[in-house]
């Protein structure tokens, strides 16, 4: 039997609009999401799944600040470098989400239960990481999908935010470690229009099914319903950065486009 996973993806204050005053890295329309994701995360425990959330844990010195970078411009792309001594593409972000601060809680709104399984990512200062299962350079796993597979979970449902950048990469990294993926549009937000109309081409390229709220009860029948092949081992934990550079170039689906 199939089980399904909902993962929600950084609904953390820093990311939503009025959830605070310091609020940095706003993404419209994601305060709107809160609502339908708590709504829906009730369909997915009777139907026996399982929550996940990433929460997105950045040291106070991260790569991905523009603050940290000397004359850098807020959302501009610098070449900065890459822990295996090369270069590499980064957005200069506003500070957002570090560890320990308002803006890093999930939203006060978002129900959050001790039994749901919280993914921290972001947490290497040299190295950013949209997804939730690898970082920017799919050097190091976050173990999120062993610890997904540990619990029987075949089929992942993603929602939340943004997604043209961390929900969409996440819910692309779900298809690669062998979960069938969907992404519920109607539950996620963007950043801008353009990065988004290039995620849409990329989740396609993953075989990621886009679905609305409305149909979720359908799909999980089909989860329960169907008995579904083991999924294969995933991708090793490990530190080891030799050879980002070449995966980086030459496989990475998180800055193709940017
Ligand atoms: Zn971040």
Redesign the pocket.
């Known amino acids: 039997m199939g089980r399904a996973g909902l993962l929600i993806v950084?609904m953390q204050n820093d990311f939503i609009p009025g959830s605070y005053p310091g609020a940095s890295?706003t993404v419209p329309g994601a305060e709107s999401c809160v609502a339908g994701i708590n709504a829906i995360r009730i369909a997915f425990k009777d139907a026996g799944g399982v929550i996940a959330h990433t929460q997105?844990s950045?040291p106070a010195d991260?790569c991905?600040f523009y603050d940290n970078h000397h004359g850098a411009e807020m959302f501009s792309i610098r070449s900065i470098p890459s822990p295996d001594g090369g270069k590499m593409d980064q957005v200069m972000?506003p500070r957002?989400?570090v560890k320990g601060s308002r803006g890093h809680e999930f939203h006060d709104h978002l129900v959050v239960e001790t039994s749901d399984l919280i993914q921290p990512?972001?947490r290497d200062p040299a190295v950013?990481?949209?997804s939730g299962f690898f970082d920017n350079l799919k050097g190091r796993s976050t173990g999120l999908a062993d610890r997904l597979q540990a619990q029987g979970v075949t089929h992942l449902f993603v929602v939340g935010v943004a997604y043209d950048f961390?929900a969409g990469s996440s819910a692309i990294d779900g298809a690669s470690c062998g979960f069938k993926t969907y992404i519920i549009e109607n539950l996620t937000a963007s950043v801008g229009a353009d990065t988004a109309a290039a995620m849409k081409e990329k989740l396609a390229e993953a075989g990621v099914v886009p679905i609305a709220a409305a149909d979720v009860q359908t799909y999980l029948r089909d989860v329960g319903a169907h008995d579904v092949a083991p999924i294969g081992p995933t991708k090793k934990d490990s530190i080891d950065h030799s050879g980002l550079a070449r995966r980086y170039s030459s496989t990475s689906p998180n800055f193709a486009s940017y």
């Open positions: 950084d890295l997105d950045h991260h991905s972000w957002h989400c990512k972001g950013d990481s949209y961390c």
